[in-house]
């Protein structure tokens, strides 16, 4: 009799989920599934609101990352206005949104992973977690609590709010920065960088504790971000490129607003979050992950053909030698690749505001609709994330389209987590430590799950009763 | 101008004759607050907010369109008016669809900063989420939202009677009301609006606003109105 165990719910991670581990009749894993259980309806209710707006609507989709919503929103906002924004706003635009790499991914890793990476997978559940942190490593966390904090920092002093700031606007952003701003984001950079020094070296320092970890969490799959035209690191603009797990370019630059001709979205009916796939290699079929690509800091170290900056350039080297030269491919070191982006971002900012230029004050372009299309496209901190709206002549939206980071990386989660619950599951009992590394295999993608089911939707509710053996000995359904 | 005595809260003050309850009270200190009412446009007493107790009166009275006394006595704060403005206030916020957080009049909202100031910070009425209009955006500088309007009909006022346009105007009765341009027509197909913005102004909530206006971007000025009345009283155009 084939059996389930669940997990649930899913802890450490942005929004709601539970983990369903199917096992066979001779007691192997069949497949785990990462459920998103969240229903929202943003796709839906934006339709009829004036376009301009949208990004003060759609930043309120997460409380983490309002910053990536808010300028997939602008972006979008920018094509229906047909205008290309003063060259400043677009620097402060880039400001404003490595700040939030900054704050996110040193949420991720310092509160959200570092208890499974510092601790390690067995530690007491009851202390493994950032106040478990604090009392063995207090230095390691005052700093990450520190870094996230000055990330949100730059973005107040820059939009006057840390979060659902509605400051970005569709033509540019409403007030520059002036001088005191600047000096005030400056003399914050050193400290980021001595932090982020620190959670590199420890981090490095880690792998070896994790052989078993990063084997389990390697496959094949392809990767999607995007690049700049040069090929380099890219977090605001630039074009979408899809590789190969050998390095391979498949596509090298797809214009923005052709990305559906790349990318599709399936449904399952267990799951509210979309599996999109790579529709050149479809049809979708979730067994065979066909068309699976990754997203996030990952899939764009793997992407780009160089970072641009010099520490980061040196630390993606030492990288890529963690792979095949090229390409990375153990979803474990998702980590790794996230810490280089905040030392990217650092570097980014501290180069940005160093021109005078970015002190003027021609901030925003005017314009009215002069497209009924707008396709925003940026990288948030999880992966790609495209806002595409449809709007009457009068700009009121006629139709969203919403695909979030996390969404892109639905396959690859599912994927994780079958592959660590056949490593790590035991005939059917269940330890703490294999627990986490299931959850820990989904926080390696630090999934917004709040943000990645924003659609609408519906999901058959399905009540299980598990006898405590975990065989399933009643079900009822509906829908 | 002769001056008449009014006891208002207890405390004798004085008032020019002619004058309504609520210019006697703001006259002598007492705050009442107001939605429908604007300085420089006539006041309807739509809106119950200012609505006072009046010794010898068998109902409340609407202070703003009251004419004050000689020798009347005017309660403004008891218990019961304090507990009907806040219900007056978790009406009109049932009645359409108010969401603060993302409304371009955030911060500059005159029904969100008399909530904050009664205390209002829920409703406890069922939130009657009507299908309302489409928002028009038609027009060349202004947009209309029917899901923030409170039926104040300032813009109607202000339209008529400082403009003279009178493009506004309610269709409708009850909560059913909605604010039409000309007989009900897109606002972009209007010839009688002359785009003067004096509507948009005077609209105490998002409901009106300036096309484009992103979240909690809309700042109101309704100094003109003053400025206009005045003039007119004091003949200041009289070449005219």
New interface residues.
């Given amino acids: 009799m084939a059996t389930m165990l669940r997990i649930e719910p899913v802890t450490r991670i942005e929004g709601h989920a539970k983990v369903s581990i199917y096992l066979d009749d001779s007691g192997a894993v069949s497949e785990a599934r990462l459920h998103v259980v969240e229903f929202r309806a943003f796709e839906k209710f934006c339709v009829?609101?004036?376009f301009?707006?949208m990004?003060?609507?759609t930043n309120?989709i997460c409380g983490i990352c309002p910053t990536s919503h808010a300028l997939a929103s602008v972006k979008a906002g920018d094509a229906i206005m047909g205008v290309a924004i003063p060259p400043v706003a677009e620097k402060l635009r880039r400001i404003f949104n490595w700040a939030q790499y900054i704050q996110s991914h040193a949420l991720s890793f310092f509160h959200l992973s570092a208890p499974d990476l510092l601790l390690g997978f067995d530690h007491d559940p009851a202390t493994r977690n950032v106040m478990g942190l604090i009392q063995k490593f207090p230095d390691v966390a005052r700093k990450g609590i520190r870094l996230r904090g000055m990330g949100q920092e730059i973005i107040r002093i820059l939009a006057d709010k840390s979060i659902?700031q509605?400051w970005a606007?569709?033509g540019g952003v409403?007030q520059p920065l002036n001088a005191e701003k600047r000096a005030a984001i400056q003399a914050m950079l050193p400290e980021g960088f001595e932090t982020i020094g620190l959670a590199l070296e420890l981090l490095k320092k880690s792998f070896a504790q994790f052989a078993d970890e990063l084997t389990t969490y390697d496959f094949p799959s392809l990767f999607a971000g995007l690049v700049t035209h040069e090929g380099g690191l890219e977090h605001y603009d630039g074009l979408l490129r899809f590789t190969g797990s050998d390095g391979t370019l498949i596509e090298a630059g797809v214009a923005n607003e052709r990305y559906r001709d790349y990318i599709e979205e399936a449904s399952e009916d267990w799951s509210y979050l979309k599996f999109p796939f790579f529709k050149p290699h479809g049809p979708y079929n979730r067994s065979e992950s066909a068309g699976m690509y990754r997203v996030g800091p990952l899939a764009r170290l793997n992407v780009c053909d160089f970072a641009g900056t010099p520490r980061a350039d040196e630390e993606l080297a030492s990288f890529r030698k963690l792979g095949n030269g090229r390409t990375v491919t153990s979803s474990f070191h998702y980590h790794y690749a996230r810490l280089i982006e905040i030392l990217f971002a650092l570097e980014k900012i501290a180069e940005t505001l160093d021109d005078d230029e970015i002190l003027d004050d021609w901030v925003r372009a005017?314009a009215?609709v002069n497209r009924l299309k707008g396709i925003g496209m940026v990288e948030a901190p999880r992966g790609t994330l495209i806002h595409d709206y449809s709007v009457d002549r009068?700009?009121?939206i006629t139709d969203v389209n919403l695909i979030v980071s996390t969404g892109h990386n639905n396959l690859a989660m599912n994927r994780t987590i079958t592959n660590i619950a056949r490593k790590y599951l035991q005939g059917d009992s269940v330890t703490e430590g294999m627990l986490n590394r299931v959850e820990h295999g989904i926080r390696a993608y630090d999934p917004c799950l709040s943000c990645s089911t924003h659609a609408v939707g519906r999901m058959p509710l399905v009540i299980r009763v598990i006898s405590p053996d975990g065989s399933v000995v009643q079900e009822f359904s509906r829908g | 101008m002769s001056v008449i005595t009014v006891t208002i809260n207890g405390i004798e003050g004085s008032a020019p004759a002619g004058a309504t309850l609520l210019e006697a009270c703001r006259q002598n200190g007492v705050e009442l607050p107001t939605l429908c009412h604007l300085e420089g446009l006539t006041p309807i007493g739509a809106c119950r907010l200012c609505l006072v107790q009046v010794e010898g009166a068998r109902r409340l009275l609407p202070a703003c369109v009251t004419e004050a006394q000689e020798g009347m006595i005017i309660q403004t704060h008891t218990e019961k008016l304090v507990k009907y403005r806040k219900m007056t206030l978790e009406l009109l916020l049932s009645e359409r669809n108010h969401i603060c957080?993302?409304c371009?009049a955030n911060g500059s909202c005159e029904l969100r900063t008399l909530c904050a100031q009664l205390g209002v910070d829920h409703s406890r009425f069922e939130y009657r989420c009507p299908d309302l209009p489409?928002?028009?955006?038609?027009h060349e500088r202004n947009?209309l939202d029917h899901n923030r309007c409170i039926s104040c009909t300032r813009c109607i006022r202000a339209c008529d009677q400082v403009e003279g346009a009178h493009t506004l105007d309610m269709e409708g009765r009850g909560i059913e009301n909605r604010v039409i341009i000309d007989m009900h027509q897109t606002w972009?197909s209007s010839r009688t609006c002359t785009k003067c913005g004096k509507c948009v102004n005077v609209c105490p909530t998002g409901t009106l606003f300036w096309?484009?206006?992103?979240?909690?971007?809309m700042e109101k000025e309704v100094g003109f109105l003053q400025w206009i009345r005045g003039g007119r009283e004091k003949k200041t155009w009289s070449y005219l």
């Fill in positions: 009829g609101r004036p301009y707006e990004p003060g609507i309120r659902h509605a606007v569709p409403r005017e009215g009068n700009g009121i | 957080s993302v371009v489409p928002i028009d955006t038609s947009g972009g096309k484009g206006s992103t979240v909690a971007e």
